[in-house]
């Protein structure tokens, strides 16, 4: 073909001319921009204090946030520029990598904070890799089937196992809630795929039964659930975490403290860039700036199954739709 005998800068520039033409959302754009400019103002005042103490630079985790907002920024433009339909291809060998990625933190992992989900020292978490993998190569199994997914044998049993297998790995190094967000993903991307509505019905019993059991297993869990369902249970140990987030969001009331003027992330609320970092949001911006931030991604959502059912062939749909359920 035409195409195919054009140098490779002149193809490439031909696709970014295609992408600006026609698939640039505009609207989902400045959805990613204004919670990357929220996030990093947040990461900046929950940080300031922590950073100056324990690296004499108020700027060090603001920085380093930047840096990967750069190179973030800089991946989205190149995978923007790839043809969605190359990752069909090439499914089943990321889903493998990923599987071998998890199987090596289970050997040579590093342990932080009881759990071992890392390799490189801290660099990768192979478990958020999984998160990406599990979408492209389901999009890719369900499209493949296409109605025969409706039947036990070709639907329900293989993805059971594959379901089981990576949620499984996860497990293994003690994350549950990556493992449940894989899972959820997984199952609504089975719905969407046109699955056995009884099929579905029996994926939830057996997943809320696992869940159950993996919480009753594990005494840690069970206190987080408590803590949940009751902060006041034990509010010097296994609820301090939540007492001190609602304290936050209680003081900040409907418009806020004003940014920078939270004084629950000065060694109270624990984990205040990372866990907890809606607590102080809630303290400086108030309900209103909860809202808004709850709100963008809602926007991003909508925006994101809009892109999916306008997609041109059942692959596209399945996977922005996933996509977006593991974001949203």
């Known amino acids: 073909s035409r195409s195919a005998q054009k140098p490779a800068a002149t193809r490439v520039t031909d696709r970014a001319r295609e992408w600006m033409r026609v ?25 300031f204090d922590m950073a100056y103490v324990y690296y004499d630079n108020p700027n060090h985790f603001f920085t380093r946030q930047l840096i990967w907002t750069v190179l973030g920024l800089g991946g989205m433009v190149a995978l923007a520029l790839i043809d969605y339909r190359l990752w069909q291809r090439y499914a089943v060998l990321l889903l493998a990598g990923t599987l071998l990625l998890l199987a090596i933190v289970l050997v040579a992992g590093s ?30 199994w369900v499209t493949s089937k296409g109605k025969k997914i409706r039947q036990i044998s070709y639907g329900l049993i ?64 069970m206190d987080r659930v408590l803590s949940f369902l009751d902060p006041s249970v034990d509010p010097s140990g296994s609820s301090f975490q939540v007492q001190q987030a609602l304290a936050a969001l209680a003081s900040g009331g409907v418009l806020g403290k004003g ?22 949001l809630g303290e400086e911006l108030g309900l209103i700036g909860c809202l808004v931030l709850v709100g963008l991604f ?30 949203a």
């Not at 990768?124 to 979408?135: D, F, N, T, W």
């Not at 449940?180 to 199952?187: D, H, V």
């Open 298 to 327: 809602v926007l991003f959502a909508y925006r994101g199954f809009k892109i999916a059912l306008e997609a041109s062939d059942g692959f596209g749909t399945i996977l922005a739709s996933g996509l977006t359920c593991a974001l």
């Open 111 to 140: 342990t932080r904070f009881g759990a071992r989900r890392w390799i490189s020292n801290g660099s990768i978490q192979p478990s958020e890799l999984a998160k990406i993998a599990v979408v492209i190569y389901i999009a890719a």
């Open 158 to 221: 293989p993805f059971a196992i594959l379901i089981g297998l990576v949620t499984g790995l996860i497990l293994m190094q003690r994350d549950l809630s990556t493992a449940l967000l894989l899972a959820i993903t997984a199952w609504l991307m089975f719905f969407i795929a046109g699955a056995d509505l009884v099929q579905l019905f029996a994926i939830i019993v057996f997943g809320l039964a696992a869940f159950a059991l993996l919480i009753a297993r594990e005494p840690y869990r």
């Open 23 to 47: 698939r640039m959302d505009y609207v989902l754009i400045l959805v990613v921009a204004a919670l990357l400019i929220l996030g990093l103002m947040m990461v900046y005042s929950s940080t």
């Open 259 to 280: 940014l920078g003027a939270s004084s629950q992330k000065f060694g109270y609320v624990p984990a205040v860039h990372t866990d907890t970092i809606m607590a102080i």
